[in-house]
Nanobody, 121 residues
């Protein structure tokens, strides 16, 4: 089985920073893309940032210049450094990985359980 475990969420004041971490474990052969989505109450889940195995990155316009995604391939980990946080960044953040499991040839998307980020004074 494959598990993605997130950490680092919490309550922060506007203008503050948080760093989210996500580690994938289990019978993993290879990971292609990793990234983060978020979902606010009553809203659709939206892509925040993604990073390929080549380290090519993509960001939502709303977080460009404030958030930075990075990954550690040796640890099967992805990180999201969030600076200059705004109340509208409040959401549950979900990490994902598109990976191949050992003895499998297909690529599948796996999700973490989500971590709450609340930006409020």
């Amino acid at each position: 089985q494959v598990q993605l475990v997130e950490s680092g969420g919490g309550l922060v004041q506007p203008g503050g920073s948080l760093r989210l971490s996500c580690v994938a474990s289990g019978s993993i052969f290879s990971i292609n893309a990793m990234g983060w989505y978020r979902q606010a109450p009553g809203e659709e889940r939206e892509l925040v940032a993604s990073i390929l195995s080549s380290d090519s990155t993509n960001y939502a316009d709303s977080v460009k210049g404030r958030f930075t995604i990075s990954r550690d391939n040796a640890k099967n980990a992805v990180y999201l450094q969030m600076n200059s946080l705004k109340p509208e960044d409040t959401a549950v953040y979900y990490c994902y990985a598109i990976l191949r499991k050992l003895s499998y040839t297909n690529w599948q998307r796996y999700w973490g359980q989500g971590t709450q980020v609340t930006v409020s004074s």
